[in-house]
């Protein structure tokens, strides 16, 4: 498999905006929901939205509902990430795979196993 690209990451202050971006090959993104995950240093991989393979719904984490809009563009087979009001604790490496949503929880897909190497955002205070 050929692994997603991320991109869009930076150093930014608190409470400005960044957009990340995804690209993945037609293997990965047709016909699959895809959604963002992101790593803090210390802890596990956790997702946090989950975009329908429509584009029409998508499902966020509680903790990340109302700063950040994901959404893709499936004839670029791009995914999107628009993140506002950015906080210290979102300083994270963010990805992007196949997910699937569930009842408090986004996962990865199953049989995903190709990260690609992530965008850094990192958030000062």
């Known amino acids: 498999q050929v692994q997603p690209v991320e991109s869009g990451g930076g150093l930014v202050q608190a409470g400005e905006s960044l957009r990340l971006s995804c690209t993945a090959p037609?293997?990965?993104?047709?016909?699959?929901?895809m959604g963002w995950f992101r790593k803090v240093i210390g802890k596990e991989r956790e997702g946090f939205s989950c975009t329908t393979a429509s584009g029409g719904r998508t499902f966020y984490s509680d903790s990340m509902k109302g700063r950040f809009t994901a959404s893709r563009n499936n004839a670029e087979k791009m995914l999107y990430l628009q993140m506002n009001s950015l906080k210290p604790e979102d300083t994270a490496m963010y990805y992007c795979?196949?997910?699937?949503?569930?009842?408090?929880?986004?996962?990865?897909?199953?049989?995903?196993?190709?990260w690609g190497q992530g965008t850094q955002v990192t958030v000062a205070s």
């Open positions: 037609g293997s990965t993104f047709d016909g699959r929901a």
């Open positions: 795979a196949p997910c699937v949503s569930l009842p408090g929880i986004i996962r990865p897909a199953s049989d995903f196993h190709t």
